[in-house]
């Protein structure tokens, strides 16, 4: 339900803008604006909504969330309206377009708001009417930068029938109309609703649920086809005990387990040694335990993104306002490639440090470029390639051993050495890194550095793993 041409009237009067300031303009939608005005007496946030049934002009009183990207239209009013004075704010006749003369030292504007359900926007122009930018860029219909605006002429005889259109009812004893238009569609409008958010939200939760979990799913079932990892390494052992009879012709070797006293049948290759055909089930028994253990992770890393997921949508459930309602379900509904990240790479907060983790050449590069200062640790592998890694410093903290552990295991697992063992690395200060000329993309030449051999603890790996900051 829109507002009619005698509610926008009675909205007008309440918020009696003219002599008022814009102070501030924040963009929190698409479809929304609101002017943070003031003027003695007092200050005003005006929010205009243009979205379909909920499109609307009223002050609000609770807080706008910015949108985590500034807006086009909210940048280019900021650079030309900021500041000015509102001179008048009148609906054109019964038109529903709202007419806004402002000013300030030098120019004079006309910010036009038509609220029509289907038809809503925002346009500024200069005082001849020539379009400077609007909410929607709409060319044919003539909406466009450098086009006339034609302000709509007042149909007079609606004035006749006025009382078609009556102001609808509220408790004008508790509350502005103002207030319970505000209230009313943050309720009942379609558009921007809380009821119809929270819908939406439903939706995208059990969308995005039963998602997670068929993929959760299929890690558990596959992590039960490695179940089987020990015996591909006992049928190693038996073609080892058993090699003699392999006669160079037979694809099966024909044995007596030792383990269970039954004969069982072995396939081989007739064509290479005990030795080759055992190393075949060796390397699978290998990369089955390895499959296994990162399995785990990832199943692990499954359950925490299944966790974040309902507390997204917990938060959602609690959140009252709509317009912040609506910024969570357009951030989560992105691809995670287009959501917004602050740095490359991996972050974790271990008691108050901060650890940085860079996972290739690229992300190596723009941390040490954009990242990181010249009093922060850096970490890294000796004779392998891998991740560079990096403690933020502290002012008059030394880094303790544990975090500096912490680090050291993360340096050997993103890099070739993740399997070798007992593993070097070397650290120093950022400020003692010098890029090689003619190098590779971040290669770096440490100086001052210092030794550190570690062999990778699979629980300090673990526990990083539950610590990681995640943004998706």
């Known amino acids: 339900m829109s507002l009619n041409c005698n509610e926008i009237n009675l909205i007008l009067q309440e918020l009696n803008l003219k002599g008022s300031f814009i102070q501030d ?59 000015c004075r509102i001179n008048s704010a009148e609906q054109i006749g019964l038109e529903r377009v709202v007419k806004m003369e402002i000013s300030n030292a030098d120019e004079e504007f006309i910010l036009y708001i038509r609220l029509w359900n289907n038809a809503a926007n925002v346009i500024l122009c200069d005082k001849n009417h020539v379009i400077l930018d609007s909410m929607y860029r709409r060319p044919n219909k003539d909406e466009m930068t450098g086009e006339v605006f034609p302000e709509p002429a007042p149909d007079m005889s609606k004035f006749d029938v006025k009382d078609k259109w009556p102001v609808r009812d509220y408790p004008s004893d508790e509350q502005t109309f103002n207030q319970f238009i505000d209230s009313f569609y943050s309720e009942h409008g379609a558009a921007l609703s809380r009821e119809a958010l929270l819908e939406k939200a439903e939706k995208w939760f059990n969308t995005n649920l039963s998602k997670r979990e068929a993929a959760l799913a299929n890690l558990e079932n596959k992590l039960a086809s490695f179940k089987n990892a020990d015996q591909m390494k006992h049928t190693g052992d038996l073609i080892l005990a058993y090699g003699h009879l392999i006669d160079g012709s037979s694809r099966h070797l024909e044995c007596e387990d030792y383990e269970t006293g039954k004969t069982v049948s072995i396939m081989i290759d007739p064509k290479l040694s005990a030795h080759e055909n055992a190393e075949k089930y060796y390397t699978q028994y290998k990369k089955a335990v390895s499959g296994s253990e990162q399995l785990e992770h990832d199943i692990e890393i499954s359950k925490r993104q299944i966790e974040k997921l309902k507390s997204q949508y917990e938060a959602m459930q609690k959140e009252q306002n709509p317009v912040k309602i609506e910024q969570m379900l357009r951030h989560d509904s992105k691809p995670v490639q287009q959501q917004k990240k602050s740095h490359p790479g991996l972050d974790y907060t271990v008691n108050g440090w901060y650890i940085l983790v860079g996972r290739d050449a690229n992300e190596n590069d723009e941390l ?61 200060k950022v400020k003692y890194l010098r890029r090689a000329k003619n190098g590779p993309k971040g290669l770096v030449l440490p100086t001052q550095e210092k030794n550190l051999c570690i062999t990778p603890d699979k629980e300090r790996l673990s526990r990083l793993d539950m610590l990681q900051n995640t943004s998706d």
């Not at 880094?399 to 340096?411: S, T």
Request: hydrophobic share 35%; net charge positive; charged share 30%.
């Open 25 to 83: 303009i924040i963009q929190p939608g698409y479809d929304s604006l609101a002017l943070y005005t003031y003027k003695e007496g007092g200050a005003k946030t005006v929010f205009i909504c243009t979205a379909h049934d909920a499109c609307r002009i009223c002050e609000v009183r609770r807080k706008i969330t910015k949108n985590e990207k500034p807006l086009r239209f909210m940048e280019f009013l900021r650079s030309r309206i900021k500041g």
């Open 368 to 428: 040490l470029r954009r990242h990181v200062r010249g009093e922060d640790m850096w970490l890294h592998v000796r004779d392998f390639p891998g991740g560079y890694v990096f403690i933020k410093h502290k002012k008059d903290k030394t880094i303790p051993l544990d975090i500096l552990l912490d680090a050291a295991n993360l340096a050997v697992y993103y890099s070739k050495a993740r399997n070798t063992g007992k593993t070097d690395l070397y650290y120093t």
